[in-house]
């Protein structure tokens, strides 16, 4: 009895999980797409992060698109994702420094 109360409620657990994203994948779809800035610095600027953000590993991408494009705070992310507010603030370091390097090595900033 005890185990299939265990696995119930991990396969309860899990579903709940991909309903998460499942909606906050449709929340990221509906997000206005900002009008890019004119000059041709700023289209190689947005072409290296556009590249980078790529280059991420999709839980450092997620953390930062929804901190630096939805405005979400730490909280709220943490809460759509169902991950703790450090392991938000550690991803979200994690993937600013990666953007660094890569445009420092690109020679873009």
Not at 21 to 49: D, I, K, N, T
Not at 52 to 79: K, N, S
């Amino acid at each position: 009895a005890w185990a299939a109360v265990v696995a119930s409620r991990l396969a309860l657990d899990w579903h709940r999980a991909r309903k998460r994203q499942e909606r906050l994948g449709e929340r990221l779809a509906a997000l206005p797409v900002p009008a890019p800035a004119a000059g041709e610095e700023s289209r190689v600027l947005s072409l290296a992060l556009g590249q980078g953000l790529d280059e991420l590993p999709p839980a450092q991408r997620q953390v930062l698109v929804l901190r630096f494009y939805a405005d979400l705070p730490v909280r709220d992310i943490a809460e759509a994702l169902g991950i703790p507010e450090g392991t938000v603030k550690s991803r979200l370091h994690t993937a600013v420094r990666a953007l660094r390097a890569r445009l420092h090595k690109d020679g873009v900033v």
